[in-house]
């Protein structure tokens, strides 16, 4: 079959029945099939590879925006998509073409010769590859699951480190202890590669520095060596020096912190971006489905977001953000995978709105609505269970004084959103 013959989705697809019976986290797998490949991951441009639990995406996402403001080729792997699975893939600053999609699968297919390997895996050997073909001048790694054993840590040489902030999640793969999550993430560290390292609880910090003295990485380590704050609509960043920057385009109190690492980020590599790149570059950041505004879908009086956000971290940015919203009333929208225990993230978000609704949503391991709707009332909070997201919407439109609706749990779910609102 040629590869005209196939579409991406018939490829993923197929590509997902390599998956190992028994997944153990490992290099073995990928290693092998980026050796099969002629190791593409080692003629990449200079690459940041940035790990954590929160805050990856907007780093990455401000990153891409300051370097292309420069005028920079940039390529960008991140992880999961929204709508599209191209979505994962930016070569040179596109979106990776259809056709460039089925090449690379189809290649990374062929080489890896039926042979088990997960879905992540065989992916970012193929990210990899359309990277390795297409001239850029800088490249931005996203780890999808921890780091030490993440599929993207096959990079030997990166130019720079970054390590958003860490909290409790995927547990079963990482470790049940904030320590032991944080040793994982820690796992990107290169010996004498710089590390950019934003706020960290104290426990996983020290977990960070241990490792960095171990293999010689310098560190610039948010409030030690650099921070940012916001101020009559000016951001303030300081570090090697004071820079006055606008806000960032991204919603929300703390996107001034993705902020201050991105910019500490870019000001260690040596690229020519000038400071009047960083600030373009914060005001044109394209990251949806993080307190994303759904424009021209609410009636007047009401506003419609989204947020992907799913674990403890994540409810702790919502809950800051609901305090800035107290001039109306807000109603959650809550759906989650049953990868995830629903009551760290919907108890404390939930105890900021005026009424909470739990959905199930359209996805092979969505969280039944009654399940977390339980977890809600565990946490002495009421929660009533609608089918699907459109149900609770309308649901809140026809009972509800108008006020502001938030779309949030699981970023299956806010693809979800996104697509039906394409049709």
């Not at 073909?133 to 040489?157: K, Q």
């Not at 989204?306 to 800051?320: E, K, M, Y």
Request: glycine share 8%.
């Amino acid at each position: 079959m040629s590869s005209r013959d196939v579409t991406s989705a018939q490829l993923l697809e197929r590509l997902g029945r390599y998956h190992p019976k028994v997944i153990d986290l490992s290099l073995e797998r990928v290693e092998r099939l980026l050796n099969a490949l002629d190791r593409p991951q080692d003629k990449l441009p200079p690459v940041i590879h940035i790990a954590g639990t929160n805050g990856k995406g907007s780093v990455t996402a401000m990153m891409r925006a300051m370097l292309e403001a420069a005028g920079l080729r940039v390529h960008v792997y991140t992880s999961p998509h929204l709508v599209r699975f191209h979505e994962r893939i930016r070569v040179a600053g596109e979106i990776i073409s259809e056709d460039a999609l089925v090449q690379v699968l189809g290649d990374c297919e062929r080489a890896n010769d039926g042979q088990p390997i997960t879905f992540f895996e065989i992916t970012t050997a193929a990210a990899f590859l359309a990277f390795a073909r297409t001239p850029a001048d800088v490249c931005l790694l996203e780890t999808g699951l921890g780091g030490r054993l993440d599929a993207t840590n096959m990079v030997a040489s990166p130019a720079l480190t970054v390590i958003t902030p860490i909290s409790m999640d995927h547990e079963q793969y990482l470790g049940g202890d904030l320590a032991s999550i944080a040793a994982e993430k820690a796992g990107i560290l290169k010996a004498g590669i710089p590390c950019v390292v934003a706020r960290q609880e104290p426990e996983a910090a020290a977990v960070i520095a241990t490792h960095a003295e171990e293999l010689g990485c310098p560190l610039w380590r948010q409030v030690d060596d650099f921070g940012a704050m916001a101020e009559n609509g000016v951001m303030y960043w300081e570090g090697d020096e004071m820079l006055r920057l606008p806000i960032p385009s991204l919603p929300g109190p703390h996107q001034i912190d993705n902020a201050a690492v991105a910019v500490a980020a870019i000001r260690l590599m040596p690229l020519d971006v000038q400071v009047h790149h960083i600030g373009q570059g914060l005001t044109r950041i394209d990251w949806p489905g993080r307190l994303q505004r759904l424009e021209g879908q609410a009636p007047e009086g009401w506003e419609i977001w989204l947020d992907a956000g799913h674990n403890p971290g994540a409810a702790q940015v919502l809950v800051a953000q609901a305090e800035s919203w107290r001039d109306r009333p807000l109603h959650v929208v809550a759906g989650m995978l049953n990868t995830r225990d629903p009551r760290p993230f919907v108890g404390p978000v939930g105890r900021q709105a005026a009424s909470l609704r739990a959905i199930t949503f359209h996805h092979p391991d969505s969280l039944p609505a009654a399940a977390i709707a339980q977890a809600a009332r565990d946490e002495g909070l009421q929660a009533a269970e609608f089918a699907t997201w459109r149900d609770a919407l309308t649901d809140i439109l026809a009972k509800e004084q108008p006020g502001r609706v938030l779309i949030c749990g699981s970023v299956a779910l806010v693809g979800e959103v996104l697509r039906d609102l394409e049709r």
